[in-house]
Each structure stands twice: as structure tokens, then as C-alpha cells.
């Protein structure tokens, strides 16, 4: 089974930088055909794909001027930092894995709760 947590903190203050880690369990992110995604879900819209890590990087084209994805191998962990943030960037970010190019995901963390204020 596996499973992926999202940690970080949950206040980040306006023009600062989010950094958000996802620890992976029963398996591993070192496989290049899985593709390790962040989505978020801000107050009152949809789902919104932040980006991956796979073989390459890929982000979305409205956040990639702010976006990071990187992994740790040795802690099956990757990471997302989004920099300059402001009250907008509120939402639950999640962390998944990717499947068939990264259209669709089987397996999603629970998500944590990320506010912007100052």
C-alpha cells in the first residue's frame, strides 16, 4: 500500500517562500514512470495542478515562475516551493502520484491546510 503525507508549515507570511515535503511509503520515488504531482484546492474552486516531478519537471504555465519541485532519494521525499506568495496561494495543498503521463492519479495524500496572512 502505498501511502504519501504532506508536511510543512501552515502559516507563511505574504512575498515569503511555501515549502511543503511529501514522504512516500511503499515505494519508491526513485521509478522514473510515476509522476510525483502537487494540486491544491483554494476556497471555493477546483482542484489546480501545481506541477510534477518524473523523468523531467513540468509546471503548471500560471505558477511556473514560482514553482519548484525537487526530490530526495535517499528520504523518498519531494518537495514544492512556491515563492513570493500572497493571500491568493491559500488553499490545501495535496501531494500525489501520477499515473498514465500524469493525467491521472491513483494514490493522494490527506492534504494539509496552507494560509498566507501577515
Known amino acids: 500500500q502505498v501511502q504519501l503525507q504532506e508536511s510543512g508549515p501552515g502559516l507563511v507570511k505574504p512575498s515569503q517562500t511555501l515549502s511543503l515535503t511529501c514522504t512516500v511509503s511503499?515505494?519508491?520515488?526513485?521509478?522514473?514512470?510515476?509522476?510525483w504531482t502537487w494540486i491544491r484546492q483554494r476556497p471555493g474552486k477546483g482542484l489546480e495542478w501545481i506541477g510534477y516531478?518524473?523523468?523531467?519537471?513540468y509546471y503548471s504555465p500560471s505558477l511556473k515562475s514560482r514553482t519548484s519541485i525537487s526530490r530526495d532519494t535517499s528520504k523518498n521525499q519531494f518537495t514544492l516551493q512556491l515563492s513570493s506568495v500572497s493571500p491568493e496561494d491559500t488553499a490545501v495543498y495535496y501531494c500525489?502520484?501520477?499515473?498514465?503521463?500524469?493525467?491521472?492519479?491513483?494514490?493522494w495524500g490527506l492534504g494539509t491546510q496552507v494560509f498566507v496572512s501577515s
Open positions: 511503499g515505494g519508491s520515488i526513485t521509478a522514473n514512470y510515476w509522476y
Open positions: 516531478i518524473s523523468y523531467s519537471t
Open positions: 500525489v502520484r501520477g499515473i498514465e503521463s500524469g493525467w491521472t492519479y491513483d494514490y
